[in-house]
């Protein structure tokens, strides 16, 4: 087996540390990760990975782009592991050169390296402050031919071909290329030109020249100088006004994403003037000038720990001829729906689903100042057999008509918390995009057109259902009243398998009320027949009827009564309020009785909120269903034998015997 040291020359590109540190920016170089440490997230942002590569010779501080955070989070990229570097940049940063690793490729290696290939190496700062002018060492081409191309094999055989392209010579272009398709290089300082900025009223910038090289959006920094981002609008705000006791103003802001990742820029006051009719969504900008600071979390989507300000210095010029290869439209970091769960409230993801149902609009007034607002819920499923409600606010809400279970991509929606379960919401950033042309779009509508249309789903009220772990996180209904769940300030929470045991439902006590159809709320019935909402303050022409309908769950350990509320009524009767209402005025009392009877002896998995309140001078705790799903008893089966063998580890006896007599197979 080779040691570290000899197996470096077969896998490593010698020098191209030293290459990169001097702006040569080599394509492809394979170098190892020697270091890999986490930089938590300032609050609701995203975690950073910091990196140390190697050649073999020096060794160089790097950072992990944002969107490849997954690689390490998966234990993809570990460690010494040897990859190559697709699409990097390097800037400097407080005096330091970091390479942004924006693209990579893991390399096969056999055996995996334990340590650092080549053993020790000495800091490329180090190197290069003891002496300037070295020279880098003979280059040595990569033994993995993976990824390379028969002729690169043959170039590496021979010891005096170089393994990776040498900077050449570049005509001065009035447009140039991200270089995103390969290495790019920080912006030159003495030959980088600012925009002019420009409003309506100006003439096109035809006679400005562009940068260099653009910066990534992913290397901007509050220490970044002199810095262009060329980036493609996705979303623009309206022009809002302000007012407090410092003054009043205006503003709007854009979201821009290049091929490294996405920020925010807002426009302050006369720079609405200077820009608002400038920038248009779709359209590709070199943007500089901008004040750096921390992201504002709570009012951006934007998945990125800083946002861009604009200044007086602030310039902005469209380029012209930009491919979507070069700028993306748009990047989506999807999370599938039964991970949601393990997300924190408040934070920003990105989800694509199909839309299951679509709920009539309702109407609310802010909080803030009364003013009636909009809103729409949608049940959302995916390939995990989950779903989760989404709301939607405003226009979006007025105009969410769709009955036809489209594709729902969804840039930039607010995870929250009611009840225990998650909900998605939509801010005003947030981007929804129907029937996309993404890969997932076409999986999701041809998973749903065959087999997700009539796949049992995990079934919620205002959120999503929790990922059941199975017997080891579940408690008995018995936990009730020996851990005294409920009984403290916030209500309790858990999960719990049981069967439904009775069901009230009385005709002269039926378990539904008249409710608002816009907003669920309780109406009442005035002497003149007509019903009106309290809350709102106004008449209802044609009330529905939502369900409260109390049962028995019982498991091994103990029953209790627990409420239904609408949502998991239905799932659980399989018909509305309103449809076994018309039932008993119809006198169809058999068809009545028959679909509480189908739902007795269920067994159900469900997650009960628990939380006492009085009742005639007497505490009592209520359960009530938060969500709940059927048992999938094949899951079940395997979840009670894995713990089986967890709390009872033993090998299987080829033969045991009983009363002398052997038994094969037990």
């Given at each position: 087996?080779?040691?570290?040291?000899?197996m470096?020359?077969?896998m490593?590109n010698?020098?191209?540390?030293?290459?990169?540190?001097?702006?040569e920016?080599?394509?492809g170089?394979?170098?190892?990760?020697?270091?890999?440490?986490?930089i938590?997230?300032?609050?609701?942002?995203?975690?950073?990975?910091?990196?140390?590569?190697s050649?073999?010779?020096?060794?160089?501080?790097?950072?992990?782009?944002?969107?490849l955070?997954?690689?390490?989070?998966?234990?993809?990229?570990?460690?010494?592991?040897?990859?190559?570097?697709?699409?990097?940049?390097?800037?400097?940063?407080?005096?330091k050169?970091?390479?942004?690793?924006?693209?990579l490729?893991?390399?096969?290696?056999?055996?995996?390296?334990?340590?650092?290939?080549?053993g020790?190496?000495?800091?490329?700062e180090?190197?290069?402050?003891?002496?300037?002018?070295i020279?880098?060492?003979?280059?040595?081409?990569?033994?993995?031919a993976?990824?390379?191309?028969?002729?690169?094999?043959?170039?590496?055989?021979?010891?005096?071909?170089?393994p990776?392209?040498?900077?050449?010579?570049?005509?001065?272009?009035?447009q140039?290329?991200?270089?995103?398709?390969?290495a790019?290089?920080?912006?030159?300082m003495q030959?980088?030109?600012q925009?002019?900025a420009?409003n309506?009223?100006?003439p096109?910038?035809?006679?400005?020249?562009?940068?260099?090289?653009?910066?990534p959006?992913?290397?901007l920094?509050?220490?970044?100088?002199?810095?262009?981002?060329?980036a493609?609008?996705t979303?623009?705000?309206?022009?809002?006004?302000?007012?407090?006791a410092r003054?009043?103003?205006?503003?709007?802001?854009?979201?821009?994403?290049?091929?490294?990742?996405e920020?925010?820029?807002?426009?302050?006051?006369?720079?609405?003037?200077?820009?608002?009719?400038l920038?248009?969504?779709?359209?590709?900008?070199y943007?500089?000038?901008?004040r750096?600071?921390?992201?504002?979390?709570?009012?951006?989507?934007?998945n990125?720990?800083?946002?861009?300000?604009?200044?007086?210095?602030t310039?902005i010029?469209?380029a012209?001829?930009?491919?979507?290869?070069?700028?993306?439209?748009?990047?989506?970091n999807?999370?599938?729906?039964?991970?949601?769960?393990?997300?924190?409230?408040n934070?920003v993801?990105?989800?694509?689903?199909?839309?299951?149902?679509?709920f009539?609009?309702?109407?609310?007034n802010?909080?803030?100042?009364?003013?009636p607002?909009?809103?729409?819920?949608?049940v959302?499923?995916?390939?995990t057999?989950?779903?989760?409600?989404?709301?939607?606010?405003g226009?979006?809400?007025?105009s969410?008509?769709?009955?036809?279970?489209p594709v729902?991509?969804?840039?930039?929606?607010?995870?929250?918390?009611?009840n225990?379960?998650?909900?998605?919401s939509?801010?005003s950033s947030?981007?929804?995009?129907?029937?996309?042309?993404?890969?997932?779009?076409?999986?999701?509508?041809?998973w749903?057109?065959?087999?997700?249309?009539?796949?049992?789903?995990?079934?919620?009220?205002?959120?999503?259902?929790?990922e059941?772990?199975?017997?080891?996180?579940?408690?008995?209904?018995s936990?009730?009243?020996?851990?005294?769940?409920?009984?403290?300030?916030?209500?309790?929470?858990?999960?719990a398998?049981?069967?439904?045991?009775?069901l009230?439902?009385?005709t002269?006590?039926?378990?539904w009320?008249l409710?608002?159809?816009?907003?669920?709320?309780?109406?009442?019935e005035?002497?003149n027949?007509?019903?009106?909402?309290?809350?709102?303050?106004?008449?209802?022409?044609?009330?529905?009827?939502?369900?409260?309908?109390?049962?028995?769950?019982a498991?091994?350990?103990?029953?209790?009564?627990?409420?239904?509320?609408n949502d998991?009524?239905v799932?659980?009767?399989?018909?509305?309020?309103?449809e076994l209402?018309?039932?008993?005025e119809?006198?169809?009392l058999?068809?009545?009785e028959?679909?509480?009877?189908?739902?007795?002896a269920?067994m159900?998995?469900?997650?009960?909120?628990a939380?006492?309140?009085?009742?005639?001078?007497?505490?009592r705790?209520?359960l009530?269903?938060?969500?709940?799903?059927?048992?999938?008893?094949?899951?079940?089966?395997?979840?009670?034998?894995d713990?089986?063998?967890?709390?009872?580890?033993?090998?299987?006896?080829?033969?045991?015997?009983?009363a002398?007599?052997p038994?094969?197979g037990f």
């Amino acid at each position: 087996t080779q040691d570290l040291a000899t197996m470096t020359a077969d896998m490593l590109n010698r020098g191209a540390i030293q290459r990169i540190f001097k702006d040569e920016m080599p394509e492809g170089p394979v170098v190892q990760i020697i270091k890999v440490k986490k930089i938590p997230a300032q609050q609701q942002g995203v975690d950073r990975y910091r990196l140390m590569i190697s050649d073999g010779v020096h060794h160089q501080h790097a950072m992990l782009a944002t969107q490849l955070n997954h690689l390490v989070e998966q234990n993809t990229l570990e460690r010494f592991a040897v990859v190559r570097l697709d699409k990097y940049v390097c800037n400097s940063i407080m005096d330091k050169r970091i390479v942004i690793i924006l693209g990579l490729t893991l390399q096969p290696c056999d055996p995996k390296p334990d340590g650092p290939l080549g053993g020790d190496t000495m800091s490329i700062e180090d190197a290069m402050a003891q002496n300037p002018n070295i020279a880098a060492p003979a280059a040595a081409a990569p033994a993995s031919a993976a990824a390379a191309p028969p002729p690169a094999v043959a170039a590496a055989a021979a010891p005096d071909v170089k393994p990776f392209a040498q900077p050449q010579p570049q005509q001065q272009q009035p447009q140039q290329q991200s270089g995103f398709a390969g290495a790019a290089r920080a912006p030159n300082m003495q030959q980088q030109q600012q925009q002019p900025a420009r409003n309506v009223n100006m003439p096109p910038p035809g006679g400005v020249k562009p940068p260099a090289k653009a910066s990534p959006i992913a290397s901007l920094h509050p220490y970044a100088m002199n810095w262009t981002i060329k980036a493609r609008v996705t979303s623009k705000s309206d022009i809002r006004r302000w007012s407090n006791a410092r003054g009043e103003g205006k503003l709007f802001s854009v979201d821009l994403v290049d091929a490294s990742g996405e920020i925010k820029l807002t426009m302050f006051k006369e720079d609405c003037d200077r820009f608002f009719d400038l920038l248009d969504v779709g359209k590709v900008y070199y943007v500089s000038g901008c004040r750096i600071s921390l992201a504002k979390r709570q009012y951006s989507s934007i998945n990125n720990d800083y946002e861009l300000a604009s200044e007086k210095k602030t310039t902005i010029s469209e380029a012209a001829d930009v491919s979507e290869s070069e700028v993306p439209t748009i990047q989506y970091n999807f999370v599938p729906l039964d991970k949601i769960d393990a997300v924190a409230p408040n934070a920003v993801v990105d989800v694509i689903a199909v839309v299951k149902q679509v709920f009539d609009k309702q109407t609310i007034n802010k909080k803030s100042d009364g003013q009636p607002l909009d809103k729409r819920d949608i049940v959302l499923a995916d390939q995990t057999l989950r779903t989760i409600r989404l709301t939607l606010w405003g226009e979006r809400a007025e105009s969410f008509v769709h009955d036809d279970n489209p594709v729902l991509a969804m840039k930039g929606v607010r995870v929250s918390e009611y009840n225990g379960t998650r909900n998605l919401s939509t801010y005003s950033s947030s981007q929804l995009n129907l029937n996309p042309d993404v890969k997932e779009a076409h999986a999701l509508r041809g998973w749903f057109d065959t087999v997700g249309h009539s796949a049992t789903f995990a079934v919620t009220s205002g959120g999503a259902s929790r990922e059941d772990q199975g017997p080891r996180s579940r408690k008995p209904l018995s936990a009730v009243t020996d851990e005294g769940l409920g009984r403290k300030e916030k209500p309790d929470f858990f999960d719990a398998k049981c069967e439904v045991t009775m069901l009230f439902h009385q005709t002269d006590r039926p378990p539904w009320y008249l409710a608002d159809p816009e907003t669920g709320h309780k109406v009442t019935e005035q002497a003149n027949g007509e019903f009106f909402n309290e809350k709102k303050g106004q008449a209802v022409a044609n009330p529905s009827r939502r369900y409260i309908l109390n049962c028995v769950l019982a498991d091994h350990t103990s029953s209790h009564r627990v409420t239904f509320f609408n949502d998991q009524a239905v799932a659980l009767l399989g018909r509305t309020a309103d449809e076994l209402h018309a039932m008993v005025e119809q006198q169809d009392l058999n068809s009545y009785e028959q679909v509480f009877y189908e739902a007795r002896a269920r067994m159900l998995l469900v997650r009960l909120k628990a939380k006492a309140d009085t009742y005639q001078d007497e505490e009592r705790v209520r359960l009530t269903v938060v969500s709940m799903a059927p048992v999938d008893f094949a899951r079940e089966n395997k979840l009670l034998r894995d713990a089986i063998k967890e709390y009872a580890p033993f090998e299987p006896l080829a033969t045991c015997t009983a009363a002398g007599h052997p038994i094969e197979g037990f």
